[in-house]
Structure formats: structure tokens, C-alpha cells
């Protein structure tokens, strides 16, 4: 059984001031869990209730103190405090492979999901624009399935990286509603695909190092959505780069 202390120091992960203060954040539920385990991402601490039937050692809880420490509606059988990855100032090399870009992405199932989109194609690097929800928001976590283990996330001015990028020769795609049909563009091997906010798209400065603009074709018979969920987008986009290289 845990105590009022530890119970209180696990909650207060749930706020973001904290979790920067620390430099903790909270991963919920087996396949999660484990796959942070295998990874590089240090645990300092799992909990676990008798529903686990996994084999990471933990420390046992009851159903009741993961109730009081879960940030799930339906609290899962196992959680784990991890200490966020350290992030080296190096950028990656983009000569032979793609990356993302976000510009100030706002929600947490978004991140999370496009988190997990790029591991799916083999994208092992998304820089965030610095006014982008936070990665380790326990929401965000639990979108990306686990996939957080495996890609690397860059908090960064992000015009300033495009722009680093683009003197380079790296072509920079931004996904734009008036962008070229990105069925019939040509596209490279390489490069950054560019995301913008889930309202507003991609703002004027981020817009400014877009080498190539693209959009996704609508195919409404009437009147369809202004525009695609930008996780959806994300995921479209992503597919046809692949699949043509």
C-alpha cells in the first residue's frame, strides 16, 4: 500500500510545472510500459496491481492506490514513473531521411498520435516548435502506444531549424490547404514534412522556409470538411512519401 507522500508525489506528475521540475513523467498500461523498459528511457519506479501478468519486476499496489494515482478514467494494471530522455543539442542528419516538423501543435491526442504515425514509417525524428503541447503531458504519452521510446523529439525555435535545413538543401514540405496536389508532386527521399496548428495551419514564419507546398485532394461528392485532423494528415502524407520511396 503506498503512502499519503508517495501518492501525492505521483499525482503531482500529472501537472506540467512538476514534471519539468523533476524531470519525471508517467507512463500507464502493459504494452506502454514495457516498451519504455526495453528502451533507452530510465524507470525510476513500477507499480503494479495483481491484474499485471507481465514479468517487469515492480512494486505491488492495490486496485485503490492506482485509482488515487492513475490519470485514466479506467486506470490500467500498471504504471511507471520514467525520467524524461536528455535531448543532445546535435540535429540529425536529413541528406537520406525524412523528419517531422510541428508548428505549435496544441493537442495531446494529436502529438501523441503523430508521435506514433512516424514510428509506423520508420520517422525517427519530429522537431516541435517551442509553443507545441508538451511531449510527456500524460494524454500525449498514452496516445503514441509506446511508440515515445523509439522517436526522438526536438523542442525548437523551429524557423530557425527550417530555415538551418533548408540553407543545407534539405527540401522542407509544408502541408497546405492551396499546396500542390501531393499525388502528382514530385517528392523526395529526404526532407521535412511540416505540420501546422490544428486551427491555423502553418504560420507565416515556419511558411516562409517551406520549399514545396502539398495538400491532400479532397474527394467530396458535396460540400465536404475545410480541412483533414492533422494526425490524419500527418498520416496520409507520411504514406505517400513512402510509398514512393
Avoid at 15 to 42: H, P, Q, Y
Amino acid at each position: 500500500m503506498l503512502s499519503k507522500a508517495q501518492i501525492k508525489l505521483i499525482r503531482s506528475l500529472h501537472n506540467k510545472k512538476f514534471r519539468e521540475e523533476t524531470g519525471m513523467f508517467i507512463a500507464e498500461g502493459k504494452r506502454l510500459v514495457e516498451d519504455i523498459a526495453a528502451s533507452s528511457i530510465k524507470i525510476e519506479h513500477i507499480y503494479a496491481t495483481t491484474r499485471y501478468n507481465g514479468d517487469l519486476k515492480h512494486i505491488s499496489i492495490t486496485e485503490d492506490d492506482l485509482a488515487e494515482i492513475s490519470a485514466l478514467t479506467a486506470p490500467q494494471a500498471i504504471i511507471a514513473l520514467c525520467r524524461v530522455p536528455e535531448v543532445t543539442g546535435k540535429l540529425p542528419d536529413l541528406k537520406e531521411s525524412m523528419a517531422i516538423a510541428l508548428d505549435d501543435i496544441r493537442d495531446p491526442g494529436n502529438l501523441g498520435t503523430i508521435i506514433r504515425i512516424a514510428d509506423w514509417f520508420g520517422i525517427t525524428n519530429i522537431f516541435c516548435s517551442d509553443e507545441s503541447v508538451e511531449a510527456y503531458n500524460p494524454k500525449t504519452v498514452q496516445a503514441t502506444m509506446g511508440s515515445i521510446a523509439r522517436v526522438n523529439l526536438f523542442y525548437v525555435d523551429l524557423k530557425e531549424v527550417l530555415a538551418r535545413y533548408k540553407n543545407e538543401g534539405v527540401p522542407i514540405y509544408g502541408a497546405m490547404l492551396d499546396g500542390n496536389n501531393v499525388y502528382s508532386e514530385a517528392l523526395t527521399h529526404n526532407g521535412i514534412l511540416v505540420i501546422g496548428n490544428e486551427a491555423n495551419g502553418i504560420s507565416e514564419g515556419v511558411a516562409r522556409c517551406v520549399t514545396n507546398s502539398v495538400c491532400i485532394p479532397s474527394y467530396a461528392v458535396q460540400q465536404g470538411p475545410e480541412s483533414l485532423n492533422a494526425a490524419v494528415a500527418t498520416a496520409v502524407l507520411c504514406a505517400e512519401f513512402k510509398r514512393r520511396n
